[in-house]
């Protein structure tokens, strides 16, 4: 482990849970309130590389066979841009920029073919009820390992699955029936470019440009974002919903979910900087019974 910061001291076990919280909210509050620039630049730079490979391989610069890899990965790594905006982290209501933030979240959830609202009421649902059979919009991730996850995580994407149903009732509740009308024309849109590039002989473009890198795609964001940090996914308390874990691909491979527990517990704090947060709260978590596995 980490040599620990000054703020926590060596021994802990005088310490009340009232003054162990306010020294996790010290360190909390340390690594919040900083634009992450580097959130900013993923989400356009990631929308521009995607963008890029459609002349790129019209024009036959780079063979399919080469863009269709670089579009899977650009594909898993649009959620997370849009995740440090649902919740705000790039800038609060109310401040300079705000703009900047909700930038962020419409202007490339499109590509995983999700209104950015849809996303935000879904997401903020499932930190409020973690782990809740009923209303929890991501249980129906829960599985045994991870190739059943990984099964689980795609039959989930059938029109009948009941994850489809667990949104629309997160919709419902939100009162943003509107968000409805708008989801289904997000997926008849796509649906509809797929089909037009298909009329005019560009089937295998769609299909290895969009087509299957959004669903490798979608099916890794939701292994390593819904499954992996919070398995075995039975437990509902602040400190025990979620985990903190070691990933056999790494952080960076498992897109910084190693540290998922930082997040539910201080979901202000930017994606890149819950390590460091981590590492010096760890003993405080550690000591309010939170599940750790770093």
Known sequence: MNAHSPIVPSDLSQLSDGEL???????????????????????????????????????????????????????????LPTHEAQHDIIARPGTNLRWLNELVGHATSWMIVYPFEVLRITHLDHHRHTNDPELDVDITVNSKGPWHAIWNIVRQRQPNAKRNTDYLAALVRANRLDLIVLSIAYKVTFIGVLGALAWNGDALEALFLWWLPYHLGITYIVFFLSWAPHHPGGEQGRYRNTRSWKSKVGNLGSMGMQFHIVHHLHPYIPLHLTPAAYWEMSPILEARGARLGL
């Open 21 to 79: 919280k306010k020294l996790e909210l010290k360190i909390a509050r340390k690594y919040s309130g900083k634009v992450p620039w580097i959130a900013v630049l993923w989400a356009f730079g990631n929308m521009a590389v995607w963008l890029s490979l459609w002349p790129l391989v019209f024009m036959e610069i780079l063979p399919l066979w080469a863009a269709f890899p670089i579009a899977t990965v650009c594909m898993a790594l649009v959620y």
